[in-house]
């Protein structure tokens, strides 16, 4: 009977304790949508980890787990590691943005006969994730600042990425040693494949992360410290441009239907990984092609006499590339700020970006913080419309076609007064 | 107009810069510019030399780590305590005021001599790391209204002598038990606001500039900007207020008040 109910569920490799928290979890998450309150997915894994501290060992007991870390970046990633793997078989992955130990417990408890796992991990959960699942592979990508009053510095969290590194010595790093921080946290791997992707952002990293002297970057994108020997090593994998070029000197050509180069550096890294788990590169590319949008980010669609792309990003580094890289002509450009406790209350980062390319554009500033923008954009010489309201910023605008970028709660938000988009 | 160029120096947002803090050096230029006064915007990084010849050095919050590296290459440097000596106005924001002081805490243990240009002292302590909106009311002698900001600091300021920018109204300011915030004196504004600092607050901006300048102001002309300004003070003043029992009580009193 026991054994039939555990087969019925899916848990006969589970202890009845776990089955049991799994169930309870279930149910919860499940009562927490039917009230409306989002996914439940965050409810339950809180659930699942109050009730079995230990369960994410036994949940992924079995599986081949890729783990992806970075500030930005690290969904799309997800998402573009899954859709290639998936051609090896069935790969259980955390989608709804659920990327802590917790949300993560649930996705891995929902793996039906997966073999493998792609798994956004949170920057400051990695410790936990990387010691209980034991991963195979490993991908970082950057490190700078996010949520300025609550996430620890971006040193620390380098410092205690080291020890992941430390602490895994059969897992494979894939490390985008462009970045500073990432170099310095992978020093310690036995196995790491050294990816340059190129550095936009820099303004994080510009102390050494070992000796905190000033670092010195040159034009090919290489840096070096200007007192200890801490300097960009040789990169196993080179991105450049649309090219990727392997330590075979093969190059492989990048297409993405996702617009901003960064999202180019995101493919690159899942590409890689798809080479090294000996997918077909000629399958992963087509995989990594049929994105077009990650949980509504990037979404193009139409809404009443309007074309409306949707853009996320939560801090000045995910701003600044989309603002440089994104192509703005002839369209309208909405601008949300919100600062709840998911965005960070603190809004002085907006600062960091420069938004002086904007200023031939119609441009609306909207969000709870919709006053901070209007401030900084004036002060930048950015002539602009307000409204807290987001709804009626985008119904504001004069062109058909418009850019939304907002950041984590505003997004989310505005994906919610439209319809899910 | 005079034909003097205003030199506003951003000493080492490399390492000073974590709040956005070059946007008060932003504001500054701009809001010199937008009174047709000719104003230039200097980035020093942490490699190069600091001038003497700036009218206002700015400096903004930053780690542990790089507000070490950034005092031990002021001092090495010189060129900021040369040009305060020589009367240069200072803004100085959360590392930025601890450097200027004579000691300050760094990582988990031990203390390091600030630059010494101001009689204050920070504290490690044991108590939560200061994280807020922070309400200044501020001296009487600026003539501005109540300064606004947002705070994150762990390290507890003493003043040893002198005043401070203001009197905590919201928020913890220099330390928990002080009840105020920063640090006046005629050269010398420093705070723990950030957000950043100017942008809430163009009444300091202006009177670092009416400082450096030694002329009054003009009015400026841009009203959208203005309005923004206002906006934005009316919306984050109004955030903190009164708790909100208070609220619900004050409403109910003043619903009796129009019944009697």
Redesign the interface.
């Known amino acids: 009977m026991k054994y039939l109910l555990m087969r019925y569920f899916g848990f006969e490799n589970y202890s009845l304790g776990l089955a049991t928290a799994v169930l309870v979890a279930r149910t919860t998450g499940l009562v927490s949508r039917r009230l409306g309150k989002g996914a439940g997915v965050a409810l339950a894994g809180k659930v699942l980890i109050g009730l079995q501290p230990n369960c994410l060992g036994d949940l992924a007991q079995g599986l081949d787990c890729v783990l992806v870390s970075a500030t930005n970046g690290k969904t799309t990633t997800t998402a573009m590691c899954a859709a290639s793997l998936m051609s090896l078989g069935p790969v259980v992955t955390n989608d709804l943005g659920n990327n802590m130990s917790g949300g993560i417990a649930v996705a891995l408890a929902n793996r039906k006969n997966a073999k493998r796992a792609v798994l956004e991990v949170d920057e400051a959960h990695l410790e936990t994730v990387a010691a209980f699942v034991e991963p195979s592979h490993v991908i970082l990508m950057n490190l700078s600042?996010d949520q300025?009053?609550?996430v620890s510095?971006?040193?620390s969290l380098a410092n205690r990425w080291a020890k992941v590194v430390q602490n895994e010595p059969d897992t494979t790093f894939i490390a985008n040693i462009s970045d500073p921080l990432i170099h310095f946290a992978t020093l310690g791997a036995k196995n790491i494949v050294k990816v340059s992707l190129g550095l936009h952002w820099k303004?994080d990293a510009?102390?050494c992360p070992v000796c905190?002297?000033?670092l010195?970057f040159d034009s090919n994108q290489t840096y070096r410290c200007?007192s200890c020997g801490f300097a960009k090593p040789m990169a196993d994998y080179v991105l450049h441009g649309h090219e990727l070029i392997c330590p075979d000197k093969t190059r492989i050509e990048i297409a993405v239907n996702l617009p901003g180069d960064f999202n180019l550096g995101n493919a690159a890294m899942a590409l890689i990984l798809a080479n090294l788990a000996g997918v077909d590169m000629q399958v992963a590319k087509q995989r990594v092609l049929s994105i077009d949008n990650v949980a509504g980010r990037y979404k193009t669609f139409n809404k009443g006499d309007k074309t409306i792309s949707l853009m996320m990003a939560k801090n000045?580094a995910g701003w600044a590339a989309i603002l440089d890289s994104v192509e703005f002509s002839g369209k309208s450009i909405v601008l949300g700020l919100n600062a709840e406790i998911a965005d960070g209350?603190?809004?002085?980062?907006?600062?960091?970006v420069d938004f002086s390319p904007l200023g031939s554009y119609d441009v609306v500033a909207t969000g709870q913080?919709a006053?901070?923008l209007?401030?900084?954009l004036?002060?930048?010489?950015v002539?602009h419309r307000?409204s807290v309201d987001q709804q009626r910023a985008i119904s504001m605008v004069d062109s058909p076609n418009l850019v939304y970028l907002g950041n984590y709660t505003a997004f989310q938000s505005l994906r919610k007064t439209l319809g899910h988009v | 107009m005079s034909d003097k160029i205003l030199k506003i120096v951003l000493v080492y947002p490399d390492l000073l810069g974590t709040y956005g803090d070059s946007g008060n050096a932003e504001i500054l230029v701009a809001r010199a510019k937008l009174r047709g006064i000719n104003a230039v915007l200097v980035t020093v990084s942490s490699t190069q030399p600091v001038p003497l010849d700036g009218d206002v050095y700015v400096l903004g919050g930053g780690e542990d780590g790089p507000q070490q590296a950034a005092v031990t290459l002021l001092r090495k440097d010189g060129g900021l305590e040369r040009a305060h000596s020589n009367g240069a106005q200072i803004l100085a924001i959360c590392a930025g005021f601890q450097i200027l002081g004579v000691e300050f805490p760094i990582s988990k243990s031990g203390s390091v001599a600030g630059l010494g240009l101001l009689p204050v002292r920070t504290l490690r302590s044991t108590k939560p790391r200061c994280v807020g909106e922070l309400m200044v009311d501020p001296d009487p002698s600026l003539g501005v209204p109540l300064v606004s900001g947002y705070e994150n600091h762990a390290g507890q300021t003493e003043i040893i002598s002198g005043k401070p920018l203001g009197r905590v109204v919201y928020g913890v300011g220099n330390s928990y038990e002080s009840g105020c915030d920063g640090y006046l004196d005629d050269t010398v504004i420093a705070s723990y606001c950030h957000g950043p600092m100017l942008a809430r607050n163009p009444g300091i901006a202006d009177v670092i500039l009416w400082r450096a300048l030694g002329t009054d102001l003009s009015e400026i002309s841009d009203a959208n900007l203005m309005h923004s300004i206002d906006d934005l003070r009316f919306e984050r003043i109004s955030s903190i207020g009164t708790p909100k029992y208070w609220k619900d009580l004050l409403s109910i009193a003043r619903r009796l008040k129009q019944l009697l």
């Open positions: 600042r300025l009053d609550r510095e971006v040193r303004f510009v102390g905190d002297s000033a010195e200007t000045p209350k603190d809004t002085s980062w907006i600062y960091d913080r006053f901070d209007s401030v900084r004036g002060y930048a010489g002539a307000v």
